[in-house]
């Protein structure tokens, strides 16, 4: 089974200031990563995902995130915020390839940019 | 860009009472899925749907819920009898592979 765990319940942050979100995965099988965004009062969109390939995965609205297998890690990362940045991100593993499709979401890390 | 549409946005129900969640998924696409986000919570995966049958459910779904496919376009989740308990938000979501999902914008169930 996979799990994820998203380091940090809430991240603030400045205006036009760098930001990463961390997301560590454990799983035994190779995985494919994604990282959602879920505005106020509304559903999941998604930001980036990573299936194989280039280990540095760029996505909308200007973030990205890097693929590390053996830290287990993928973190998102944005170099400069805006205001309309605030949200809660969501990482989730699925398992690769064929087999469970079902996502596996992390906690959540909410995200506030403050000006 | 297609959409998945989740209907209704809010539903207010009583304890006991069978609740019916619609959905209708991106048109070519091929897997179909319910998952749950319960206040403050993480989102957490309840079945998924493929080729009219379920093809896997969570400890979650339990012997209350059902899902079905109707008429080749909607998508629903059935709750026999609720519970408080069943107050969250709940997601649709669709993909044509298991590599990328498109999520509704859910339906916000509470059971009073």
């Known amino acids: 089974a996979q799990s994820v765990t998203q380091l940090d319940s809430q991240v603030p942050v400045f205006e036009e200031a760098p930001v990463e979100l961390r997301c560590n995965y454990s799983?035994?099988?190779?995985?494919?990563l994604f990282w959602y965004v879920q505005y106020p009062n509304q559903g999941l969109q998604l930001l980036l995902k990573?299936?194989?390939?280039?280990?540095l995965v760029k996505g909308i609205n200007g973030f990205e995130a890097e693929f590390n297998k053996s830290q287990t890690s993928f973190h998102l990362r944005k170099p400069s915020v805006h205001i309309s940045d605030t949200a809660e991100y969501f990482c989730?593993?699925?398992?690769?390839?064929?087999?469970?499709?079902?996502?596996?979401f992390g906690s959540g890390t909410r995200l506030q940019v403050q000006p | 860009e297609p959409e998945v549409t989740q209907t209704p946005s809010h539903q207010v129900t009583q304890m006991g009472q069978e609740v019916i969640l619609r959905c209708v998924p991106i048109s070519n696409h091929l897997y179909f899925y319910w998952y749950r986000q319960i206040l403050g919570q993480k989102v957490e995966f309840l079945v998924s749907f493929y080729n009219n049958e379920i093809s896997e459910k969570s400890e979650i779904f339990d012997d209350q819920f059902s899902v079905e496919r109707p008429d080749g376009s909607n998508f629903t989740l059935k709750i026999r009898s609720t519970k408080l308990e069943d107050s969250a938000m709940y997601f649709c979501a669709s993909s044509v592979t298991g590599d990328g999902y498109t999520f509704g914008s859910g339906t916000r169930l509470t059971v009073v």
């Open positions: 990573y299936l194989s390939g280039s280990t």
């Open positions: 799983s035994s099988v190779s995985v494919y």
């Open positions: 989730a593993v699925t398992r690769g390839y064929t087999g469970r499709r079902a996502l596996t």
